[in-house]
């Protein structure tokens, strides 16, 4: 006879699933709009290309009160053939800019790159990797938008905007 282990799993948050499955869906926009020739530009929110790299909707939940720092969330897919690597990321309204992974329960790592493997979506996200700015240098709420540069290395820069909505209103 096996023994069963006794180590539950937490549900997920309900905040937290309408974040996963609004990534995925944005993430399906990204690759769909990387497969097929023509897509309507407009037809996803304010989404950039450099390159092979395609990024979706860029943003960030309005912080909490005296919070000194911020998330950046969004789509990204390597549509090349090779792997990229998201190496830094820089902003104007804030002292510093790196990333940063929430490993659940524990302190947050902070990784010196995201790895975009070919062809395979990745989200910036609560629960995986994400950008972090801290020292900010202007108060944000909802409705607000910020710059944001992502440095792919020698892919290049592409600069983003940062939308600060609640996690319920990404398109």
């Not at 497969?35 to 979706?56: D, E």
């Not at 790196?98 to 493997?117: H, K, Q, V, Y």
């Amino acid at each position: 006879m096996t023994e069963m282990s006794t180590t539950r799993r937490r549900p997920a948050r309900p905040y937290r699933r309408l974040l996963e499955l609004k990534s995925l869906f944005l993430a399906a926009a990204l690759a769909l709009a990387w497969a097929v020739p023509n897509f309507p530009a407009g037809a996803l929110a304010h989404s950039y290309k450099h390159g092979s790299i395609a990024v979706g909707h860029v943003w960030a939940p309005p912080p909490e009160e005296n919070a000194d720092g911020i998330a950046v969330y969004g789509p990204l897919l390597n549509g090349g053939d090779t792997a990229v690597r998201l190496v830094g990321a820089s902003s104007p309204i804030a002292d510093a800019v790196r990333f940063r992974m929430a490993n659940d329960g524990e302190a947050a790592t902070w990784p010196e790159s995201i790895d975009l493997p070919p062809n395979k979506p990745v989200s910036l996200a609560a629960w995986s990797e994400h950008i972090w700015l801290s020292g900010l240098h202007q108060p944000l709420e909802a409705g607000d938008t910020f710059d944001l540069i992502l440095d792919f290395g020698p892919e290049g820069k592409l600069p983003v905007k940062v939308i600060v909505e609640d996690a319920g209103a990404q398109h």
